[in-house]
């Protein structure tokens, strides 16, 4: 047994820090950017430019295609580094497209895609959920009709982030309707930007932000745009990929909102008594930190297996159920230490540390819905994981 | 024992539901959390000719005379249809102190006006130290002749905006319960009010008192005894905000078994998965639990019997349920259940501000530890 990382990660891990500190347009300890934001995304997609100059964006990418092959425990430390100080780094283009493209991918696709996702210059908006079709994926109804060269796609997809200036979406759709419901579904391509047929709603949350329904009425789209085998979308979405999926982000977050509320408890009272002295609010964060704790490793053994060539499988369901349920305990206790002041919104000038907490508390409801239900992670751990039988 | 409704209160929740559905659907709701006062005098009017802004008030003042039992009851009505406005403000807090501190001339003077709806009313109470107990109270009222000068700062104070009168806790001397209470127009010289943006879009704001000076007759019961009727009104006011959160839990309940039963995934209605019933049958549990402990509380105020463990047992346990029930509610309903369009998020965002009135749950946590006598 061996906790420590390796001495060439830790080196990397301070390299990343002198870097951000060099580098990072805003302060990360004062500020939260949301990369759908309009104002803010201008600055996540700059920074984001520099990390790729760094080939950081791409590490675990292989060689040949631009990438350094990294470690998975390499990549673990950039990953931590970069959520503890709120940066999103990776993106949708650089951990799913890509990498579906380098497996599946046409030569022409990887030719115009790579090059482009790797220095983050395209915007991807997933567009798998639809309104009737959520955790049951399997039966989205977006179909897609062969039409010459092109496919003739008509439905809509939601909850994506297609109203954040997205300028590709890459989807399912059904293109064989009376075939067994996983097999007639295929993987494609498909421009936002300028394109006819599209219309984007933005819809609000009961966090600052939004989420995206895009409707499609005949939209064409060209057939070489289809990714992988007409018809074998589902598993060509489905498909793993060998890059770490551990889920560190989640606890080097709350790392840092742990250290946030420790200084918060330092410096405010309650009743007359530094919240730092209360035996209430102590056991109480005392005891997220432990959780913290526990999410961290339990990421960590994910990356390891996949060091080791194992496949994570419930393993890395209980990291999503585990994290994201530890994330929304958190900022609730957040918010509850805060007491009356932890109600202030945002923009509020008496709002401690700028309203941060309380609108992240509400966003981390959404982490249990998203990318998979607590309910369907739970179900994934008792029946492929334990293998109980199905209900 | 009878634990359950009288005909009156029957008679009261049903007519309470009928008036509430009609005039209060959630389209207002939502038109309230972006109207400049956050509820319409057309309503306002209507309430009061319900009868129930004097639902307590004694008959001599114009009201109903009723008891709070009665008016929790109506509290839990109102927190399901979630009314926005100053109806607790007014009723609950400015109401009941005067009924409870007032002299006769302060009550014939405000109640039967609160009675009619003529005058909207309000407490400040907490200030930035966000404390509920004496020591917290640091605004001034200093006595020179036949008048007093009130000086200092309240904090999340409901409805001021809109309210006539203000009652403002003010210490009026060194020992730690010395505080009195005053009746103050809002409008007073050297008030000056910002509102403040929150979770539960409701209306709070920042007080500042800059030397305003009431008359003496502006003081509310004994000087130097109003922490006494302060702490009366902590309580009704928490039992108040427990019948809220208990009719809003019944409500999030409701929905997420309608919508559990309409919502298919995997060709089924995800009520009939386990994790969902179970999730149902959890917040089935918390709303049951909620109103039982609520009622029990709401009865030993209308008694008059001691009440310090039972209002402390049910804001604790309430205000954590009915948070636990909307986080089931939420999980239930998935991504839709998020969206602002949609009611769940209303009754979410309200717990947290219920959750946090008149002390949460490791304030009354701390209460119960002092009265099982650790
Ligand atoms: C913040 C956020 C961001 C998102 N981003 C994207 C995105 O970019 N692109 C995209 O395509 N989608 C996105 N989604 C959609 C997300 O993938 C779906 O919300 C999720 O799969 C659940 O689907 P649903 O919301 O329709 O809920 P439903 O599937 O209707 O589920 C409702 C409830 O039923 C439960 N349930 C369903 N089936 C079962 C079962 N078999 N056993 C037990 N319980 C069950 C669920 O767990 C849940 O509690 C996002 C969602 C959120 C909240």
Same mark, same amino acid.
């Given at each position: 047994?061996?906790?420590?990382?390796?001495?060439?990660?830790?080196?990397?891990?301070?390299?990343?820090?002198?870097?951000?500190?060099?580098?990072?347009?805003?302060?990360?300890?004062?500020?939260?950017?949301?990369?759908?934001?309009?104002?803010?995304?201008?600055?996540?997609?700059?920074?984001?430019?520099?990390?790729?100059?760094?080939?950081?964006?791409?590490? %675990?990418? =292989?060689?040949?295609?631009?990438?350094?092959? %990294?470690?998975?425990?390499?990549?673990?430390?950039?990953?931590?580094?970069?959520?503890?100080?709120?940066?999103?780094?990776?993106?949708?283009?650089?951990?799913?497209?890509?990498?579906?493209?380098?497996l599946y991918g046409t030569d022409e696709q990887k030719e115009q895609f790579l090059p482009k996702?790797?220095?983050?210059?395209?915007?991807?908006?997933?567009?798998?959920?639809?309104?009737?079709?959520?955790?049951?994926? %399997?039966?989205?109804?977006?179909?897609?009709?062969?039409?010459?060269?092109?496919?003739?796609?008509?439905?809509?997809?939601?909850?994506?982030?297609?109203? %954040?200036?997205?300028?590709?979406?890459?989807?399912?759709?059904?293109?064989? =309707?009376?075939? =067994?419901?996983?097999?007639?579904?295929?993987?494609?391509?498909?421009?936002?930007?300028?394109?006819?047929?599209?219309?984007?709603?933005?819809?609000?949350?009961?966090?600052?932000?939004?989420?995206?329904?895009?409707?499609?009425?005949?939209?064409?789209v060209p057939k070489k745009n289809l990714v992988g085998e007409q018809n074998r979308g589902w598993y060509v979405g489905a498909a793993l990929l060998d890059f770490e999926r551990s889920g560190v982000d989640r606890p080097a977050r709350a790392k840092r909102v742990l250290e946030d509320l420790v200084e918060f408890c330092k410096e405010n009272k309650k009743n007359g008594r530094l919240l730092a002295d209360d035996?209430?609010?102590?056991?109480?964060?005392?005891?997220?930190?432990?959780?913290?704790?526990?999410?961290?490793?339990?990421?960590?053994?994910?990356?390891?297996?996949?060091?080791?060539?194992?496949?994570?499988?419930?393993?890395?369901?209980?990291?999503?159920?585990?994290?994201?349920?530890?994330?929304?305990?958190?900022?609730?206790?957040?918010?509850?230490?805060?007491?009356?002041?932890?109600?202030?919104?945002?923009?509020?000038?008496?709002?401690?540390?700028?309203?941060?907490?309380?609108?992240?508390?509400?966003?981390?409801?959404?982490?249990?819905?998203a990318a998979g239900t607590s309910e369907i992670q739970r179900n994934v751990i008792a029946q492929r994981g334990l293998e109980l039988p199905r209900g | 024992m009878d634990l359950g409704l009288n005909e009156a209160q029957q008679m009261l929740k049903t007519s309470a539901q009928d008036f509430l559905s009609a005039e209060c659907p959630d389209t207002y709701v939502r038109e309230m959390e972006e109207d400049e006062r956050g509820y319409t005098p057309e309503l306002w009017t209507k309430i009061a000719e319900?009868?129930?802004?004097?639902?307590?008030?004694?008959e001599q003042y114009g009201g109903v005379e009723l008891e709070f039992q009665d008016l929790v009851v109506l509290l839990e009505e109102m927190g399901r249809y979630m009314l926005p406005g100053p109806f607790f403000s007014t009723v609950v807090l400015g109401g009941m102190s005067i009924m409870d501190a007032g002299n006769e001339e302060q009550k014939q003077e405000y109640l039967p006006r609160i009675a009619e709806g003529q005058i909207i009313m309000t407490l400040a109470l907490t200030e930035p130290s966000a404390r509920w107990d004496a020591p917290g109270v640091e605004l001034t009222a200093t006595a020179n002749g036949d008048s007093y000068t009130l000086n200092g700062t309240k904090l999340f104070v409901q409805n001021a905006h809109v309210s006539d009168y203000m009652v403002v806790v003010a210490r009026t001397g060194s020992s730690e319960k010395d505080i009195s209470l005053f009746v103050v127009p809002t409008q007073s010289d050297g008030i000056n009010q910002t509102l403040l943006k929150t979770i539960a879009s409701d209306r709070q704001s920042e007080v500042v008192f800059s030397d305003v000076q009431v008359p003496s007759s502006a003081l509310l019961g004994v000087e130097n005894k109003g922490w006494e009727t302060i702490q009366k009104v902590m309580q009704w006011g928490a039992i108040g905000k427990c019948a809220e959160m208990s009719g809003g839990g019944q409500q999030v309940l409701d929905m997420t078994v309608d919508y559990a039963k309409q919502r298919t995934q995997f060709g089924r209605p995800i009520g009939s998965f386990q994790a969902i019933q179970h999730h149902c049958a959890n917040m089935a549990t918390d709303v049951e639990g909620s109103k039982f402990i609520t009622y029990q509380a709401a009865w030993r105020l209308s008694e008059g019997l001691p009440a310090d463990r039972e209002v402390a047992m049910a804001k604790a346990w309430v205000s954590d349920a009915y948070r636990r029930v909307c986080a089931l509610g939420h999980q239930s309903h998935g991504a839709i259940g998020f969206t602002k369009e949609h009611n769940m998020q209303l009754y979410s965002r309200r717990a947290k501000a219920s959750e946090i009135m008149f002390g949460d749950t490791d304030f009354h946590l701390e209460n119960v530890a002092n009265i099982i006598g650790l």
């Open positions: 047994m061996d906790f420590k990382f390796e001495g060439i990660d830790e080196d990397f891990r301070s390299e990343i820090k002198d870097f951000v500190e060099k580098e990072l347009p805003w302060n990360w300890r004062e500020q939260d950017l949301d990369p759908e934001d309009e104002k803010d995304s201008v600055l996540v997609r700059n920074f984001k430019r520099k990390l790729g100059d760094q080939g950081w964006l791409t590490m %675990a990418w =292989p060689k040949e295609y631009g990438g350094q092959a %990294a470690s998975h425990m390499r990549q673990v430390v950039f990953n931590e580094e970069m959520a503890y100080r709120g940066i999103s780094a990776g993106d949708a283009g650089i951990r799913m497209v890509g990498p579906i493209l380098m996702i790797a220095s983050a210059e395209i915007n991807w908006s997933q567009g798998y959920s639809e309104p009737d079709s959520g955790s049951d994926l %399997a039966s989205l109804q977006t179909r897609a009709v062969e039409d010459g060269d092109d496919f003739v796609v008509s439905g809509s997809k939601i909850w994506n982030s297609a109203h %954040a200036d997205s300028d590709w979406m890459f989807m399912l759709v059904r293109t064989e =309707p009376d075939a =067994p419901k996983h097999r007639g579904i295929s993987f494609v391509l498909t421009e936002l930007e300028g394109q006819e047929g599209v219309t984007i709603e933005k819809i609000p949350m009961m966090w600052d932000a939004y989420r995206g329904l895009v409707t499609f009425d005949n939209v064409r035996p209430v609010i102590r056991n109480q964060l005392a005891e997220l930190a432990v959780q913290v704790e526990t999410t961290r490793l339990m990421c960590y053994n994910v990356a390891w297996m996949q060091s080791q060539d194992l496949i994570p499988n419930k393993e890395a369901s209980i990291t999503k159920v585990y994290g994201t349920e530890t994330v929304n305990r958190l900022y609730g206790l957040g918010v509850k230490i805060m007491g009356l002041y932890g109600q202030l919104d945002p923009d509020s000038k008496w709002a401690p540390l700028k309203g941060r907490i309380e609108n992240a508390w509400l966003r981390s409801f959404g982490g249990m819905v | 319900q009868g129930w802004l004097g639902l307590i008030i004694p």
